[in-house]
Every structure is written in structure tokens, then in C-alpha cells.
């Protein structure tokens, strides 16, 4: 019911800029957290950004930090993740989530609903 499906991933040079988006259906997630997180094959999900449902208060993984910004609309229950200076340590694929806190959740367990994912490949 309650769904949330990531897209504009792609293949994109090094230093080169991507933004993805995350689009909630089924239900309002005004007043969830979202987050973004990725899992590049033989590695476990890291954390790559969250922000509460006011847009203000944000966090960012070190590895991004400076590169990455989230960002939401919730008028059009959507999330995005602008990914500029890419890297190829930034391939993944990526996966948005949902969390019903009040601060910026930052660990996978704190998130309720998840998308599929989407693959962003980054080439040297």
C-alpha cells in the first residue's frame, strides 16, 4: 500500500552530476524522517543522508558530506538526493527510506518503509 519508488539513477563520469528522486504513494510522509541510504555489491547498506519532515535539520555521511544535499517537497510527497563531484567509490545502488521520528534517523533499523532502489554507476 504504503510505497515509495526511487528514480533518475544512471551512468555518469567521474565529477559528474546526478539527482535522484523518491516519489511516496499510498500514504502522507509529512511527518516522517527520509532518508537515503546505498549498497555497492559485496558490501553492506550504509547511511548517506536523512532529513526530518520540517526540510530543516539534515545529516550527512562523511563520505558525502559537501557533495550531497537532500532535500524534500512534502506538497508533492517527495524526497531527491542532488549528488554532485561524483565519485566511483559512490557506486551503489541507492534506496530511499521512511522513518516516523522526530530527528534525523542515521541507522537502518529506525526506518519503517522502503523503496526498491535505484543503480548509479560512476566510471574513472
Known amino acids: 500500500q504504503a510505497q515509495l519508488v526511487e528514480s533518475g539513477g544512471g551512468l555518469v563520469q567521474a565529477g559528474g552530476s546526478l539527482r535522484l528522486s523518491c516519489a511516496a504513494s499510498?500514504?502522507?510522509?509529512?511527518?516522517?524522517?527520509m532518508g537515503w541510504f546505498r549498497q555497492a555489491p559485496g558490501k553492506e547498506r550504509e547511511f548517506v543522508a536523512a532529513?526530518?519532515?520540517?526540510?530543516?535539520?539534515?545529516y550527512y555521511a562523511d563520505s558525502v558530506k559537501g557533495r550531497f544535499t537532500i532535500s524534500r517537497d512534502n506538497a508533492k510527497n517527495t524526497v531527491y538526493l542532488q549528488m554532485n563531484s561524483l565519485k566511483p567509490e559512490d557506486t551503489a545502488v541507492y534506496y530511499c527510506?521512511?522513518?516516523?521520528?522526530?530527528?534525523?534517523?542515521?541507522?537502518?533499523?529506525?526506518?519503517?518503509?522502503w523503496g526498491q532502489g535505484t543503480q548509479v554507476t560512476v566510471s574513472s
Open positions: 527510506a521512511a522513518a516516523p521520528t522526530g530527528y534525523v534517523p542515521t541507522r537502518s533499523y529506525e526506518y519503517n518503509y
Open positions: 499510498g500514504r502522507t510522509f509529512s511527518m516522517y524522517s
Open positions: 532529513i526530518t519532515w520540517s526540510g530543516g535539520p539534515t
